[in-house]
């Protein structure tokens, strides 16, 4: 999570991650990152405990970490910058919490509220060291190429072609790469090559704040990237309730689900993450997965050695198991199947693995 300071980051990670970071009305009051875990809310998960009548359920996990606010400069140092860089690349995507939310009482470190100047300082930071860190690359391939390295050679065009992008202000996460490309972007850890989901964070009420939130929507399809509206306030009195409660919470707020529920769904897409699940008497649990992700690679996210002796998978799907009401129905209808090693996971597969070591 980024964004500048007092923008609502810490409101929303302890909403999400039911954490108790602190939330203070003056920048750097987070210096180390704040990292929580956030239950990602999956309706089925639920439906198959109480089908298989399981003992335990277990939802899937986000990590989140709450990285302390950006300033003008951070790229060379302002504000504890260079570390929260350091903290920014090793992270998988990117939720660019932006202020949509007027109010006195809670200091702008720029004295006005302005989505679009907020979103530009803070990619310019991270594009700036971006091109810090490609032009020390670039130094060293430079070497390479002279010594006649034709792999290099390639590298370099690579690598220039990226420092041009970013010198006219390019977002690198929403680009297409070959795979050698991607390979070293992941080596570079570069910072704008993440994917990003911006999240406007609003006041209360109806169409509250509507005019900002919609520069922000318009900034974010040219760049090809999603928004997500959510009152950080508001989500974390919701947290706050118990379980039972938070239901009638929302249909007096007039809402059907939670922003936060929106949030993790457009992060799971983000990360190109889906989810499959075990169900039995035992534990129904969601298990996420990268998409494209086949049975064996599958079986490991459980435990190695169900990769390492994996023998079969036996699969059916939620929706049929839904339809059909039982297991045993699904089998009897023959929606039940054997897959092997080549199998990939699809979105909502129930699964059993046959394993041996």
């Known amino acids: 999570m980024i964004g500048l300071p007092n923008v609502g980051k810490t409101t929303v990670f302890n909403a ?8 203070a009305n003056y920048p750097f009051a987070t210096v180390d990152p704040n990292t929580g875990i956030a239950l990602v809310p999956d309706p089925r998960l639920t439906k198959l405990t109480e089908i298989f009548k399981s003992k ?14 950006l300033v003008e400069g951070a790229s060379k140092g302002e504000g504890l910058g260079n570390q929260f860089l350091g903290h920014i690349r090793e992270v998988d995507a990117l939720l660019h919490i ?63 072609r990226l420092m041009g992008l970013l010198d006219k202000g390019e977002w690198l996460g929403n680009l297409p790469y070959t795979t050698e490309e991607r390979t070293i972007l992941d080596e570079c850890q570069l910072l704008a090559a993440k994917p990003v989901l911006f999240v406007a964070n609003v006041s209360e009420g109806p169409n509250a704040d509507e005019a900002m939130v919609r520069t922000v929507r318009e900034f974010a399809e040219k760049r ?32 059907t689900e939670s922003g936060l529920v929106r949030l993790t769904r457009e992060a799971y897409q ?64 023959g929606l039940f199947r054997l897959e092997g090693k080549d199998y990939v996971i699809k979105e909502g597969d129930i699964v059993y693995f046959r394993f041996n070591v």
């Open 16 to 23: 999400l991650t039911g954490g108790g970071a602190l939330a």
């Open 98 to 160: 932006v202020r949509c939310f007027q109010g006195t009482d809670v200091v702008h470190v720029s004295g006005s509220v302005d989505p679009l100047r907020d979103i530009g300082v803070i990619e310019t930071e991270l594009m700036l060291a971006d091109l810090e860190t490609l032009e020390r690359r670039k130094q060293k391939t430079e070497k390479k190429v002279r010594a006649g390295d034709k792999k290099a050679a390639v590298e370099m065009a690579f690598v220039e």
């Open 270 to 333: 983000l990360l190109r993450v889906m989810t499959f699940f075990t169900a039995g008497e035992q534990e129904s649990r969601a298990w996420p997965i990268v998409e494209g992700t086949k049975a064996p690679q599958a079986a490991g996210k459980i435990h190695t050695d169900m990769e390492r002796g994996f023998i079969r998978a036996e699969v059916y799907h939620y929706n049929d198991l839904l339809a059909c009401g039982s297991e045993a129905k699904v089998k009897e209808k």
């Open 224 to 255: 090809r990237a999603r928004v997500v509206t959510i009152c950080g306030q508001l989500e974390a009195e919701l947290s706050s309730l118990p379980e039972e409660e938070r239901a009638d919470f929302l249909k007096g707020m007039g809402l």
């Open 56 to 69: 335990k359920t277990t939802p899937a996990t986000l990590e989140v970490r709450d990285i302390a606010g």
